[in-house]
């Protein structure tokens, strides 16, 4: 129903979360302008960054080996015309499982399929708080957006398999 994937990049340089948001928020694959996020300041949503700034001041002086998470999930023709508007719930529904971490994400349609990039910053917006990395949970990701393609579908839970 749709595919969950967290990119196997190390991430660890602050060049890389400049070049993570810049593939995200290219113009030509974000065409409806389709995007969201948590705990940032968005003043040009295209300014990758202007994000990557906020992301780079949240990690200073804190210890972490890889800087951000990038997801994608992508939803396969069993989702028959997935709308943008059900990309966007997605979005905030996943950023929503670690609302103590910046995320930004953009629905891509430069594809045969929408799919959405979701980067989560590692550290939390909260000093004391551990490094998303003690937390991050692909599967429980998967297991999100799956009910909501259930739901959506007006399908049971039970009815997914994997």
């Known amino acids: 129903m749709a595919y969950v994937k967290s990119t196997y990049e190390s991430y660890g340089n602050a060049s890389d979360a400049v ?3 810049n593939y995200i928020c290219d113009l030509n694959k974000c065409k409806n302008n389709i995007y969201g996020g948590r705990n940032m300041i968005a003043i040009d949503m295209f300014d990758p960054s202007f994000f990557a700034e906020q992301f780079l001041v949240i990690q200073d002086k804190r210890r972490f080996s890889k800087r951000i998470y990038h997801v994608i999930i992508a939803f396969d023709q069993i989702l028959e015309s ?17 609302s103590h971490y910046q995320s930004v994400f953009t629905v891509h349609e430069d594809k045969s399929f929408l799919h959405l990039h979701i980067i989560f910053n590692n550290c939390s917006i909260f000093p004391n708080e551990k490094n998303l990395t003690s937390y991050f949970n692909k599967y429980a990701i998967q297991d999100m957006v799956d009910r909501m393609i259930s739901s959506r579908l007006g399908t049971p839970d039970i009815a997914i398999l994997r």
């Not at 997935?82 to 950023?95: S, W």
């Open 82 to 98: 997935p709308d943008l508007n059900f990309c966007y719930q997605v979005g905030m529904a996943v950023t929503g499982l670690y």
């Open 19 to 21: 070049n993570a948001l």
